[in-house]
């Protein structure tokens, strides 16, 4: 990637971090559940049969109940890490989540969801994100691999203080088609 953007990204990365500092794990769960409500409002999450969600990390819009409860209703696929790419694989409850490689984030245990097409709707965290819906994650470049093969509705979902006028992007870097955040 370019130096220059690569750069940008870090200072950005690490100016969000600080602020998240200054919230607690408690108050950021507060502060997710209008997003989620918003979330739940939309038209293309209301038609959506098979969404893909992802189980939050302590610093991420907080979606631990939401993921059960909608997995009642529709089919939820979480994110497994493999190495480099991200498999998916559908929640079937708490009781079927493993700890995943490499970040230890809860993961659903079991086979690889398949029927990539069938998948409506993507919830995707991130870092940042700016007014044209462009996206900045951890780094790593798994959503972006990712959604190159997808054609699902995109939704990225942050706190307030994570939408920025503009934020560093390079040609790799997949847009949302909406941004939800409060
Ligand atoms: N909740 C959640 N699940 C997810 C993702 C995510 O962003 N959020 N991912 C989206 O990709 C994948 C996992 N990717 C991850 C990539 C980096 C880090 C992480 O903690 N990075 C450190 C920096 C570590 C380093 O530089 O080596 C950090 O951000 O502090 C976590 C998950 C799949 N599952
Ligand atoms: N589709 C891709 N295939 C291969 N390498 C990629 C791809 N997208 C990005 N990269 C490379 O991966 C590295 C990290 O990319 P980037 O900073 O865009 O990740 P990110 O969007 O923050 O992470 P994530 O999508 O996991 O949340 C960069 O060096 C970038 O060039």
Redesign the pocket.
Known sequence: MNQSIEVAKKKV?KEI?SIKETYSYPQKKEMSQPILDMLEQLPEFIQAKTIML????KD?VYTHEFVSKWAQKKKVIL?S?KGNT?DLKVFQGLDNLIE?E??G?P?PEGSIFMEEDEIDLIII?G?AFDKDNNRM????A??DRLLNSLSAYKVGVCFQFQVLDHIPVDEHDIRMDCVLYQ
């Open positions: 990365r971090k992802y189980w939050s990390m991420e994110p890490v991200l995943g490499n970040y984030i993961e965290p870092v994650g951890r780094g790593k798994y959503y």
